[in-house]
């Protein structure tokens, strides 16, 4: 193993051999330089429960952002096997960690081992952030939710009104789909290759939103027309597009003036949705700004204090090369 010195306070970073996998998989991509950690007797733990967790951006995103805030936290990535959710959760207050995020496959496992929930995170029925309340009690929250919303309000669109073609309906989909709902959509159009899976969504939606018109359309193109035709806003809630060759339920010479297109998807930053959007003047984004603003505002909930999260969304920008 090699030592590394990592800082003038001592401290070291011990990585291994530059040929072993683990090395090579995190040091392959155009990374940032490590954002300065300074760790004391009494810094708070943050970090994200996952499986794998090796490819997050999660540390960067937030060590970054507690540095610029001034606040004595760090952030760590724990790799914890499906078998072993349980020990963790219940392992949070007697670390004196200060909460975590959750990541796939555990964004619903960890529902029965919480004291209990938001109204967002129980509505979608996903959890994706944990705050270690007064040291004992653990509360579940889904900041993926109101980090879609901020995304959007960010790319000056508001929920309220929009007539949505939401393809997906897996767990993303849910959070945008309940968000979207929340914030006074009109409509909502719900297609998936699960079709009783997006029959399902549909219909747990409508039973909490009455006012929000719900349904599920099958994944056909006398379906799918029409459905984008009506829409304001089409939100790719798929991996559909991250791999060349990926081919999307819809036409792209379907998108038509007036609509906005957000894609969830930011790994490549510009899709071949979002490059057919903008390529007709369309207002388009990807999932990066929905991914910093979700961790601001988990950000907030562990520490009580705003987020930097134009900052945060700014390192996620350098680390991908984004101009």
């Known amino acids: 193993m090699q030592v590394v010195p990592y800082s ?3 401290f070291y970073l011990v990585l291994p051999p530059p040929t072993h996998p683990l090395r090579s ?36 995103m937030h060590n970054r952002a507690f540095a610029e805030a001034g606040l004595d936290y760090v952030y760590v990535a724990f790799p914890v096997p499906p078998e072993r959710v349980a020990a963790a959760v219940a392992a949070l207050p007697a670390l004196g960690l200060a ?37 004992a009690r653990l509360i579940g929250h889904n900041t993926d939710a109101p980090g879609f919303a901020a995304a959007l309000r960010r790319g000056g669109v508001d929920l309220a009104g929009q ?14 789909a309940f968000q979207a709902a929340l914030d006074g959509c009109a409509e909502i159009v719900l297609c998936d290759v699960a079709a009783a899976r997006a029959t399902a969504l549909a219909a747990e939606v409508a039973g909490h939103f009455a006012p929000c018109r719900t349904c599920a359309i099958p ?33 792209l010479a379907w998108l038509h003036d007036g609509l906005f297109v957000f894609d969830l998807v930011y790994n490549p930053l510009q899709t071949p949705l979002l490059a057919a959007a903008r ?8 999932g990066l700004a929905m991914l910093a603003l979700q961790g601001a505002e988990s950000f907030a909930i562990w520490t009580g204090r705003p987020a930097p999260g134009e900052s945060m969304l700014a390192t996620l920008e350098g680390h991908f090369g984004a101009r």
């Open 163 to 176: 007539r949505v073609l939401l393809l997906g309906a897996g767990g993303a989909a849910r959070a945008v």
């Open 99 to 135: 909460g975590v995020n959750v990541t796939i496959p555990h964004k619903e496992a960890v529902i029965p081992h919480l004291d209990g929930l938001s109204r967002t995170a129980e509505l979608i029925g996903a959890v994706n952030t944990v705050e270690v309340v007064d040291g």
């Open 219 to 251: 994944l056909t193109a006398e379906a799918l027309r029409p459905a984008l035709a009506a829409a304001t806003l089409l939100i790719n809630a798929t991996p559909v597009g991250m791999h060349a060759g990926d081919v999307y339920p819809i036409d």
């Open 25 to 60: 998989a995190a040091f392959a991509r155009k990374a940032l330089p490590p954002p300065p950690v300074t760790l004391s007797g009494i810094t708070r733990v943050v970090g994200l429960f996952g499986y794998p967790v090796e490819h997050s951006f999660s540390p960067l």
């Open 8 to 10: 003038a306070r001592q």
């Open 279 to 286: 390529e007709r003047g369309l207002g388009a984004s990807n």
